[in-house]
């Protein structure tokens, strides 16, 4: 597979801050991770010259952009219609509750158009990625 066939995509809303977009990110990224079936994996585990071993990255680019709550509540509606792509969102819910059971109540007790998303991560065929998110703005500190 070549590097360029697959892509991950994250999207964060523009309206949040930065250390909250860092957390967002960071946990959609374990939840891609987790149930990519290791695919997007490169070499598990990469040796130094000194024998200290470093776990190994994506194999696939990984860019992250913003958007308006919005487009990006349309941009996980779209990814999830498609089956060939992979989709972790993050609703607001998982700042505003505790625990996972917190949230999962949350979650439960909300129809799809009530909840508020924060950012998601979009991972599959480039092309596919990028019919999504091809024309969104890199995410970077104002």
Same mark, same amino acid.
């Given at each position: 597979?070549?590097?360029?066939? !697959?892509?991950?995509?994250?999207?964060?809303?523009? +309206?949040?801050?930065?250390? %909250? &977009?860092?957390?967002?990110?960071?946990? @959609?990224?374990?939840?891609?991770?987790?149930?990519?079936?290791?695919?997007?994996?490169?070499?598990?585990?990469?040796?130094?010259?000194?024998?200290?071993?470093?776990?190994?990255?994506?194999?696939?680019?990984?860019?992250?952009?913003?958007?308006?709550?919005?487009?990006? !509540?349309?941009?996980?509606?779209?990814?999830?219609? +498609?089956?060939?792509?992979? %989709? &972790?969102?993050?609703?607001?819910?998982? @700042?505003?509750?505790?625990?996972?059971?917190?949230?999962?109540?949350?979650?439960?007790?909300?129809?799809?158009?009530?909840?508020?998303?924060?950012?998601?991560?979009?991972?599959?065929?480039?092309?596919?990625?990028?019919?999504?998110?091809?024309?969104?703005?890199?995410?970077?500190?104002?």
């Amino acid at each position: 597979m070549n590097y360029e066939d !697959k892509k991950i995509v994250g999207i964060v809303a523009s +309206n949040v801050e930065p250390a %909250v &977009a860092l957390n967002v990110i960071g946990h @959609l990224a374990i939840s891609i991770g987790k149930y990519s079936n290791d695919e997007i994996m490169g070499k598990p585990v990469i040796a130094d010259k000194s024998g200290i071993n470093h776990l190994g990255i994506s194999q696939f680019p990984f860019i992250i952009t913003k958007v308006k709550s919005g487009k990006l !509540k349309t941009a996980i509606d779209l990814a999830k219609q +498609n089956p060939n792509l992979l %989709v &972790a969102d993050y609703p607001k819910d998982m @700042l505003d509750t505790r625990t996972d059971d917190e949230l999962v109540a949350s979650i439960n007790s909300k129809e799809n158009d009530k909840l508020e998303y924060l950012g998601a991560i979009i991972y599959g065929n480039t092309t596919d990625v990028d019919k999504i998110t091809g024309k969104y703005q890199l995410w970077r500190l104002e």
